[in-house]
């Protein structure tokens, strides 16, 4: 099981995405609109700056479907120039792009340190997508058909290694700073163990919730058939 994170939350009693979005309606329904003349205000903190990023006009789908300031994050601008690619390019309201080039630039890049090289693409599985939670008929809309979340499976590196975020081979340190990390910059995380439709991949999202309520439900497992070494047997008394 995960261990405590120092990132105050509360934990859902069921590791569902039922509970990955339930909405403040106070935040929830924006409305949707003509694509603004201007860039917004996230998007010249963004563009140019710390992604590579084209916007896109505000959307609506079936249902519940929709979002603006939505762009399409084709890259994340390191510090040194560099870029690491999003492949294929995210289709996320402008916020989420902030959040994960944040998080890339602040956090995963030091973190692939420990391998010995530089991250150079983010492998991306989902990210915009009209469904309900967990493709289920009928459920309520997911974060994916807000443009508010984007699925990932690991990260390609420099050296030319892929380190895949739910591959039980990879350095458990590694996978569990990951956990840590990501769980501190979004609102809802999901993986191995949550719910049966993440263990291949980490979901992540921005849902807006009552009293500020955070999801991290990942489980950062050992490799498969691995069995603990027995404990030391204690010492005889003299």
Same mark, same amino acid.
């Given at each position: 099981?995960?261990?405590p994170d120092t990132?105050p939350?509360r934990?859902?009693?069921?590791p =569902?995405?039922v509970?990955a @979005?339930?909405?403040?309606p %106070?935040?929830?329904s &924006? ?6 003349a201007? +860039?917004?205000?996230?998007q010249?903190?963004v563009?140019?700056k ?11 789908g079936p249902?519940d479907c929709g ?13 040194d ?9 995210a289709?996320?309201?402008?916020? =989420?792009?902030e959040?994960? @080039?944040t998080w890339v630039? %602040?956090?995963?890049? &030091?973190?692939?340190?420990q391998?010995g090289?530089? +991250?150079?693409a983010l ?9 309900g939670?967990?493709?289920v008929?009928?459920a309520k ?13 690991g990260?390609?590196?420099a050296?030319g290694?892929?380190?895949?975020f ?11 700073a ?5 769980c501190a910059?979004f609102?809802t ?6 719910d049966?439709?993440?263990e291949t ?5 921005l849902?807006?919730r ?16 691995e ?7 204690p010492?005889e008394?003299p």
């Open positions: 099981m995960p261990q990132v939350r934990i859902a009693p069921v =569902m995405e509970f @979005a339930e909405p403040d %106070e935040v929830a &924006e409305t949707v609109r003509a694509k603004p201007e +860039p917004s205000a996230c010249i903190r563009a140019d710390i992604a590579v990023i084209q916007p896109l006009p505000s959307f609506g249902g979002a603006s300031d939505v762009v399409k994050l084709e890259a994340i601008i390191q510090p120039k560099s870029r690491v690619v999003v492949s294929p390019p289709t996320i309201r402008c916020s =989420m792009a959040a994960l @080039a630039r %602040e956090d995963l890049t &030091e973190m692939t340190g391998f090289s530089a +991250p150079r492998d991306n599985y989902a990210s915009y997508d009209c469904r939670r967990n493709r008929a009928g809309i997911s974060e994916h058909g807000l443009a508010n979340a984007i699925d990932v499976r990260v390609h590196l050296n290694r892929f380190a895949d739910t591959d039980r081979k990879l350095a458990r340190e590694f996978r569990e990951v956990r840590k990390s990501v910059r609102t995380v999901l993986g191995p163990g949550s049966g439709h993440h991949h980490i979901h992540v999202d849902a807006q009552r009293g500020g309520y955070r999801l991290c439900q990942w489980n950062v497992l050992d490799p498969a058939g069995v603990p070494l027995p404990r030391p047997r010492e008394a």
